[in-house]
């Protein structure tokens, strides 16, 4: 059984979107089991009317709720009766496999590192991101926003924890794996990329170099490593530019009868547009590198984005022992004596 501390008190929408997603996730599989982490009576309410499997569905009550106005640093040190708070302890104590949650992503961040800790071999998590490809499979970005300022030995481990997702979640075999950078050349980018690029010619399977923005979508690598700033604008770019992109279509298709019409013809056609670029196809993003499972979800969060995280992040993230496979990956990185320190 795959037990998940999802907080349900975490996100715009809470609980009743977070509730009534991890509801139907769990009639989605017979081997997940659900606790709901948050005030008591308030999800109780939530699960009014919902059809699920009650024995398979438990409510731990936590009676703080971290806002997302809240210090990340200090909410998590204070709020230890948070719905938050309590998720990432449960995961800690091993009463629970994964913890979910559309929170306040800087205590997220900050609680993941400090009560579940780091794998032996990492000195800063990443949050990794599922984006779509336009010619093929959808490909992994790391850092997407947690690490700010990666040194080229974090990105190394970067690469193979991205290797591993693609391996295991993706089902990519063989994955390619390319440094974000302003230009395909090996001598191009900043001192630490430079720097990476050496170290991943050496120590990464299947490097197959340097990747600029303009082929990031076209599917020319698998996994693509950059650091936490550059990563998370490259987020929030796709996903605006996205939203805007599909906004903008479905203004001008019902602007006038006779574009209306045509839409219809197409209608199809948008349908599995708006599908391959909806950005809640994967439901959130791992904080990989940390000793435990831990999935942030956009605080936009509606049901659908807590169902695909629970059935495509955590599922087979615990089913396939990817955490157990980092570890053994990370075995034999290269280190600096300042990281080692």
């Known amino acids: 059984m795959i037990r998940v501390a999802v907080d349900a008190m975490g996100g715009d929408f809470a609980p009743d979107e977070i509730v009534r997603g991890a509801v139907e996730a769990i009639s989605a599989r017979d081997d997940l089991q659900l606790f709901l982490v948050g005030r008591e009576e308030r999800i109780k309410q939530s699960l009014a009317g919902l059809d699920y499997p009650a024995g398979r569905v438990a409510i731990v009550n936590a009676p703080e709720v971290i ?7 200090l909410a998590i040190r204070r709020k230890k009766d948070s719905s938050m708070v309590q998720a990432l302890q449960m995961v800690r104590r091993g009463e629970a496999d994964a913890a979910v949650s559309a929170g306040n992503t800087g205590a997220l961040m900050g609680g993941g590192l400090l009560f579940l ?22 490909f992994v970005l790391l850092d997407a926003g947690a690490n700010m300022d990666a040194r080229p030995e974090q990105l190394v481990q970067y690469a193979h924890m991205g290797r591993i997702y693609a391996q295991q979640l993706l089902g990519i075999a063989r994955p390619r ?11 191009k980018g900043n001192q630490q990329v430079k720097k990476a690029y050496a170290l991943f010619a050496e120590h990464v399977p299947h490097f197959c170099g340097n990747i600029e923005g303009t082929g990031l979508f076209f599917n020319a690598a698998d996994v693509v490593v950059c650091d936490g700033f550059v990563g998370n604008i490259v987020l929030k770019l796709t996903e605006g530019l996205s939203r805007g992109l599909l906004q903008s279509l479905k203004e001008e298709f019902t602007a006038s009868a006779r574009y209306r019409a045509g839409a219809l013809l197409l209608k199809p056609a948008l349908y599995r547009l ?14 990989v590198g940390v000793n435990g499972l831990c999935i942030k979800c956009h605080g936009s969060s509606k049901a659908r ?8 992040q955590v599922y087979p993230f615990v089913k396939n022992r990817v955490l157990a496979l980092f570890e053994e990956a990370l075995l034999h990185m290269p280190s600096s004596k300042k990281e080692a320190d």
């Open 67 to 73: 806002e997302g106005t809240d210090d990340p640093g």
């Open 305 to 312: 984005s807590i169902e695909q995280a629970l059935l495509k």
């Open 274 to 287: 708006r599908d391959k670029f909806d950005d809640t196809a994967y439901g959130g993003a791992p904080l």
């Open 117 to 138: 800790g780091r794998l032996g071999q990492i000195s800063r998590p990443a949050l990794l991101v599922v984006l779509p490809g336009f010619s093929g499979a959808p």
């Open 177 to 187: 794996t390319a440094l974000l950078n302003v230009g395909t050349e090996p001598q």
